[in-house]
């Protein structure tokens, strides 16, 4: 599951012409879908928006309870990392609870792109 959500970010990202940051975005792509695998039961869906300026990577899943940052994690320790590094690689992230469980996101910041068309 987390293989396909990869390649299906990476599919539309870079029909988004999304480049520079589409490593940073895999990356989060797979912490989120990994913890909410790894943590709940059920159907996980994977939504990306585009904004002028930001790229939200957001993963639902069916459990109400939110996910934990720790505190520490021991160096031999082989998990418990995902959201120390969604932290350290975007500009923002939590998550809102829904009816039907919760929603985890976070939000990549874009490099300023160039217009595709200019004005006359």
Do not use: C, M, Y
């Amino acid at each position: 599951a987390v293989q396909h959500a990869r390649r299906f970010a990476a599919r539309a990202l870079r029909s988004w012409g999304v480049e520079e940051e589409l490593d940073v975005a895999l990356l989060v792509v797979s912490e989120l879908v990994t913890n909410a695998i790894a943590h709940t039961q059920g159907e996980v869906r994977l939504d990306l928006t585009l904004s002028a300026d930001r790229l939200r990577i957001a993963v639902n899943d069916g459990s109400p309870r939110s996910p934990v940052k720790p505190a520490s994690v021991d160096w031999t320790a082989t998990g418990g990392r995902g959201l120390l590094i969604v932290e350290a690689t975007t500009a923002s992230w939590g998550s809102v609870p829904l009816s039907s469980g919760k929603q985890v996101w976070a939000e990549v910041p874009l490099a300023p792109r160039e217009r595709l068309a200019r004005s006359a």
